[in-house]
């Protein structure tokens, strides 16, 4: 089964296409790098293939689901890290990952072991997460993935305002989960570090793909 | 019956989803510590208007209670809406697989209950201040709990209808109001009843306000969903 399977993928916003004849196919296991400038259609293409947005034409199946008929069932499957954290920002980081774990019906979800994974301090878990710097929030966001266990990780810009331990814990996040099964898409508007985790790089450029050397 | 659609689940999702509203309430104290001070004021200034004319203020006594709800729905109402549009926090609902319906199960019945606070404290401020006579306590809780539920169905279905307009704050409004018109005339109604200040059948108002709501609660658990994604 690929986890993720796009073809001809177009996403109309407002009549314009941002996704223009989009083809992807992720398989388990691996971890694509989707580069291209600001504009290009990386976070629509993230969006489509968690079953946010609606195909307005071509076809495209995420984890065996379809994206015209199944939505719904795509989304409970998949991590989005976008440019916004999905958090409540009266809530804690630990109150934050308890409804995102119970919402999503995760069995014995593991809290505390998401937010030392992401590194993030004993004194700033129940701290409201509006009170966190930008980078202390991603990585709570990041945490709540963790705690989804989601089967594709899909991640906007992923290292955007974290510092070198940051970065490297995302990178040691993707790798564990690229090595468990999951498939992880990274957008990036750079190779930079990203690249380094990338199994295969695509370009994106005017909301199509073209297939880059392999790494 | 999969455990995502049964019963216990949907019961289950929307607990969470209206302690989690309210929890994020409490810490903001927007109702407590904003709006049922404002909700008080009102009051106190209608009483100042109308105190020279004691009979007019008591007859008007629950028209003007009412309509200070329906202010206080509004901005409930917002607050509500704002939670899931800020920083992303809709994908929460979106994303976990949740029945849409309930969420907005527990969307509403958070807004709810901060109105059924400020209503608990606005019945004996209007008594106080206005020397008003509770005389079907019944008929004055039916009134209040068919008309809370009503206004908070409207209420969340309306918000998640203009979520994603650009000018969300001043559209809730102008469509909330109008459509909260029966709530407010039947309530009203029903509350003269049960102060005894005009003799009308107040239980068949109650009737009306039950199906108000039970309406809006069916047609925003359907659409919410749909709602919710194209925000």
């Given amino acids: 089964m690929t986890a993720v399977r796009l073809s001809g993928a177009v996403v109309l916003m407002g009549g314009f296409p941002a996704l223009a004849g989009a083809d992807l196919e992720v398989v388990p296991g691996e971890v694509v790098l989707v580069r291209g400038p600001n504009g290009a259609g990386k976070s629509t293409l993230l969006h489509l293939c968690a079953g946010l947005?609606?195909?307005?034409?071509?076809?495209?199946?995420?984890?065996?689901?379809?994206?015209?008929?199944?939505?719904?069932?795509?989304?409970?499957?998949?991590?989005?890290?976008?440019?916004?954290?999905?958090?409540?920002?009266?809530?804690?980081?630990?109150?934050?990952?308890?409804?995102?774990?119970?919402?999503?019906?995760?069995?014995?979800?593991?809290?505390?072991?998401?937010?030392?994974?992401?590194?993030?301090?004993?004194?700033?878990?129940?701290?409201?997460t509006a009170r966190l710097s930008a980078g202390q929030r991603r990585r709570v966001a990041l945490a709540a993935i963790v705690v989804r266990r989601p089967e594709l990780w899909l991640l906007d810009e992923p290292h955007a305002g974290l510092d070198s331990d940051g970065r490297a814990i995302v990178d040691s996040l993707v790798t564990a989960a690229a090595a468990a099964g999951a498939a992880v898409v990274l957008a990036s508007h750079e190779t930079g570090p990203a690249g380094g985790l990338a199994t295969r790089t695509v370009t994106m450029a005017g909301g199509t793909l073209s297939e880059r050397a392999q790494s | 019956m999969s455990a995502w659609t049964g019963l216990g689940g949907f019961v289950g999702d929307a607990r969470l989803v209206a302690a989690k509203d309210l929890r994020i309430e409490w810490r903001a104290r927007t109702t407590l510590g904003q709006v049922l001070p404002f909700a008080l004021l009102v009051l106190v200034l209608f009483g100042f208007a109308l105190d020279a004319n004691r009979p007019t203020l008591r007859l008007a006594t629950p028209g003007l209670l009412w309509m200070t709800v329906l202010f206080v729905t509004v901005v409930a109402v917002q607050r509500s809406a704002a939670v899931e549009s800020a920083d992303g926090a809709r994908r929460v609902l979106l994303l976990s697989g949740m029945a849409p319906a309930a969420a907005f199960v527990g969307k509403a019945a958070?807004?709810?209950?901060?109105?059924?606070?400020?209503?608990?404290?606005?019945?004996?401020?209007?008594?106080?201040?206005?020397?008003?006579?509770?005389?079907?306590?019944?008929?004055?809780?039916?009134?209040?709990?068919?008309?809370?539920?009503?206004?908070?169905?409207?209420?969340?279905?309306?918000?998640?209808?203009?979520?994603?307009?650009?000018?969300?704050?001043?559209?809730?409004?102008?469509?909330?109001?109008?459509?909260?018109?029966?709530?407010?005339?039947?309530?009203?109604?029903?509350?003269?009843?049960?102060?005894?200040?005009?003799?009308?059948?107040?239980?068949?108002?109650?009737?009306?306000?039950?199906?108000?709501?039970?309406?809006?609660?069916?047609?925003?658990?359907?659409?919410?969903?749909?709602?919710?994604?194209?925000?």
């Fill in chain 1, 53 to 128: 947005l609606r195909l307005s034409e071509g076809q495209g199946d995420v984890l065996g689901c379809d994206l015209g008929a199944d939505r719904a069932a795509v989304r409970r499957r998949v991590g989005l890290l976008g440019h916004d954290t999905a958090l409540y920002g009266e809530l804690s980081a630990a109150e934050n990952l308890q409804v995102w774990a119970r919402a999503s019906r995760v069995a014995e979800a593991d809290v505390t072991g998401a937010l030392d994974r992401l590194g993030l301090p004993q004194r700033l878990r129940d701290v409201p």
């Fill in chain 2, 110 to 231: 958070a807004v709810a209950v901060q109105l059924l606070v400020v209503e608990v404290l606005l019945v004996p401020g209007v008594v106080l201040l206005y020397d008003a006579e509770v005389e079907s306590v019944p008929l004055v809780a039916a009134t209040c709990v068919a008309a809370t539920v009503g206004l908070a169905a409207a209420g969340s279905l309306l918000g998640a209808v203009v979520a994603g307009v650009r000018a969300h704050q001043t559209v809730l409004p102008i469509l909330l109001l109008p459509v909260s018109a029966p709530v407010l005339i039947a309530a009203t109604r029903a509350f003269a009843d049960g102060f005894g200040t005009v003799a009308v059948e107040g239980w068949s108002w109650v009737g009306l306000l039950a199906g108000f709501a039970a309406v809006n609660a069916l047609v925003g658990a359907v659409v919410y969903g749909p709602l919710l994604e194209e925000a």
